[in-house]
Every structure is written in structure tokens, then in C-alpha cells.
């Protein structure tokens, strides 16, 4: 089975999704889990490292902003994994990660350079529209196997 990656990275619609289909979603939960839990780091939310920025510069440019290289630190080695990839254009805030547009776009370039099979879905604004959403997420799904 496949290993997707998903973005918006935290949205649990998509991680269900994945799984039922049998694949392993790539998403930040499991990811700042891992790092939540280690002795050097003070508290939830703070939940990176100082080295997380310096790990970043293997995608970005020291003039980027700390945060983006953090976030592109965390979620960067996920996209190198990935074998397959599910976009949502323009999310909702609560659909998923939408707190900072300028790594969301990094990721999305990061997808399309590693040339791995990705599917772009639009955020859907009815409830007819969701299912199409569902079904194109589904038959992307079933032709990774």
C-alpha cells in the first residue's frame, strides 16, 4: 500500500480517508506527536525545537521566516516519503493547517517536484460537491494499488 500525504497536513477527513482505503496518511499529527513527547521541549504548544529552523534550510533559505522553515522541517521529510499525494484547494480554516500560506504553497511545490502521483480536489461548498470530492479522493485511492 501506498504512503499519501495530505494536505491541508492536520485534516482528519483526509487521514480517514487514506486509511479506510487502505494506504498510510502522511499528516503533521503523528508527526508533532513524535516530537511533543521529548524531554526538550518545555510544553505543548511550544512543541519544536531550536533545530527545527536549521533542519528547514535544506528546503528553504535562511531569509525565510523561522516558522516556514520549522513547519517545512516537520512536514518536508513526510513529502520525501510519500508515495502519492491528496491536495484540497483553498480549505476551510477549520478543514485543516491553513495557518501560514506560504508554506502551504512550498508544499504543494515540494508534491509536484518529487513527480509522485497527486490528485488536486477543490474545497467543496455543498454537499453534492463533497461527494464528488469524496469519489475522485476514492478512485485516486483504489489506482495506487
Known amino acids: 500500500m501506498a504512503k499519501v500525504f495530505i494536505h491541508p497536513p492536520n485534516s482528519v477527513i483526509l487521514f480517514d480517508l487514506v486509511r479506510r482505503f487502505g494506504h498510510t496518511p502522511l499528516g503533521l499529527g503523528e508527526e508533532v506527536s513524535k516530537n511533543v513527547n521529548k524531554p526538550e521541549?518545555?510544553?505543548?504548544?511550544?512543541?519544536?525545537t531550536p533545530d527545527f529552523p536549521r533542519r528547514g534550510l535544506k528546503y528553504a533559505a535562511i531569509e525565510v521566516p523561522s516558522g516556514v522553515r520549522g513547519r517545512l522541517a516537520l512536514?518536508?521529510?513526510l513529502i520525501e516519503e510519500a508515495d502519492a499525494a491528496i491536495i484540497i484547494e483553498d480549505p476551510e480554516?477549520?478543514?485543516?493547517?491553513?495557518?501560514?500560506?506560504?508554506t502551504n504553497e512550498f508544499l504543494i511545490y515540494l508534491v509536484k517536484q518529487r513527480k509522485i502521483p497527486y490528485i488536486t480536489v477543490p474545497y467543496p461548498s455543498s454537499e453534492e460537491e463533497a461527494r464528488i470530492m469524496v469519489q475522485k479522493i476514492k478512485n485516486f485511492l483504489l489506482s495506487l494499488k
Not at 521541549?41 to 519544536?48: A, E, K, R, T, V
Not at 480554516?93 to 506560504?102: E, K, L
Open 41 to 48: 521541549i518545555d510544553s505543548p504548544p511550544m512543541n519544536i
Open 75 to 77: 512536514m518536508g521529510p
Open 93 to 102: 480554516i477549520g478543514f485543516g493547517c491553513t495557518s501560514c500560506a506560504r
